[in-house]
Nanobody, 124 residues
Framework: QVQLVESGGGLVQAGDSLRLSCAAS????????VGWFRQAPGKERDFVAL????????DYADSVKGRFTISRDNAKNTVYLQMSSLKPEDTAVYYC?????????????????WGQGTQVTVSS
């Protein structure tokens, strides 16, 4: 069993940066693919970024490419989402999720474990 806890959300202005963290329990976490998803009010939850267990492979939604960077520190059992040049449309609850089978997929149904989410609000 893996538990995921997000942190780092907050209220920022457009153009600012923010770093989200996803801290995990469980020794096998380093083999998990981890994804970040977000859900804006009244909208479905969307894929943002993912990273392989080793950290060597990443992928991003087109809407965040060039602005967001996903990384991980397996020694700390933590995955990060560095967000730069934030826009009001990035406002959402951000969730991290873990796939114990190490697949590199965008669908949230792939992921077995989810955090509780952290709110990011970007003002214009």
């Amino acid at each position: 069993q893996v538990q995921l806890v997000e942190s780092g959300g907050g209220l920022v202005q457009a153009g600012d940066s923010l770093r989200l963290s996803c801290a995990a329990s469980g020794r096998s976490f380093r083999s998990y693919t981890v994804g970040w998803f977000r859900q804006a009010p009244g909208k479905e939850r969307d894929f943002v970024a993912l990273i392989s267990g080793s950290g060597s492979n990443t992928d991003y939604a087109d809407s965040v490419k060039g602005r967001f960077t996903i990384s991980r520190d397996n020694a700390k059992n933590t995955v990060y989402l560095q967000m730069s040049s934030l826009k009001p449309e990035d406002t959402a609850v951000y969730y991290c999720a873990g796939d114990q089978y190490g697949r590199m997929r965008y669908s949230e149904s792939t992921y077995d474990y989810w955090g509780q989410g952290t709110q990011v609000t970007v003002s214009s």
